[in-house]
């Protein structure tokens, strides 16, 4: 079983609507959480970390469920430049360690997203 | 730097021969990681570095993959006798190790082996 699983879609959706993305990691002992986005030929940007109350940032808004070890990234109102791969990542690292923290990403390997006019 | 540079951008090389790629890392950011990508696949973990020394190497697939870090900054993964497999996107990615748990990537070298 792979550490981190999406469903690696294509996601296919018009411009202004709602989609949802899943994941789930199989270590319980993970602490961090991150959405990345990828887009085609480019390096992984850090899209937002996902917090345990859940967190919300213009459009998107990700949760958290430790429970059931699922992290999700909901898109509102889809723009055409959202279409991309999405990237759901876990560490064993509490965020914020501080010092010299160690934070190895495992990365899932990607949903991806067009968004159509 | 203002970011990650990586170099070269792209290489193409003839199977059985070595290769050397380069990360240069933002200056200051203690903590220096080699990830691989091969064609529709996640990112795979190679190698971690903080300083000069490399505390976690469990990444690498094999003995001909080594990598060397200097003065706390940049480093250069090399790749012996290169077979086919060893096509992908070789990404470097920095971290401050305060308080930051963001990576920043650098654009990545692009191998092709022939």
């Known amino acids: 079983r792979k550490e981190v699983e999406q469903d690696p879609g294509p996601f296919n959706v018009p411009e202004g609507a709602t989609v949802a993305f899943n994941c789930t990691y199989s270590?319980?002992?993970?602490?961090?959480f991150f959405w990345y986005r990828q887009d085609c030929r480019k390096e992984p940007k850090l899209l937002m970390s996902?917090?345990?109350s859940g967190n919300e940032d213009g459009r998107f808004t990700a949760q958290l469920n430790r429970a059931s070890q699922y992290i999700s990234l909901l898109i509102r109102d889809s723009k055409l430049s959202d279409s991309a791969t999405y990237l759901c990542?876990?560490?064993?690292?509490?965020?914020?360690?501080?010092?010299?923290?160690?934070?190895?990403?495992?990365f899932g390997q990607g949903t991806i997203l067009t968004v159509h006019p | 730097g203002a970011g990650v540079s990586q170099s070269p951008s792209n290489k193409v090389t003839e199977k059985g021969k070595d290769v050397e790629l380069r990360c240069d890392p933002i200056s200051g950011h203690t903590a220096l990681y080699w990830y691989r990508q091969s064609l529709g696949q996640g990112l795979e973990f190679l190698i971690y570095f903080q300083g000069n020394s490399a505390p976690d190497k469990s990444g690498l697939p094999s003995d001909r993959f080594s990598a060397e870090r200097t003065g706390g900054s940049v480093s250069t993964l090399t790749i012996q006798r290169t077979q086919q497999e060893d096509s992908a996107v070789y990404l470097c990615?920095?971290?401050?190790?305060?308080?930051?748990?963001?990576?920043?990537f650098g654009s990545g070298t692009r191998l092709t082996v022939v």
């Open positions: 990615a920095t971290q401050t190790g305060d308080n930051d748990y963001g990576y920043t």
């Open positions: 270590n319980s002992a993970s602490q961090s």
């Open positions: 990542v876990v560490s064993l690292n509490p965020p914020f360690a501080g010092g010299t923290s160690y934070g190895k990403l495992t």
């Open positions: 996902v917090y345990s």
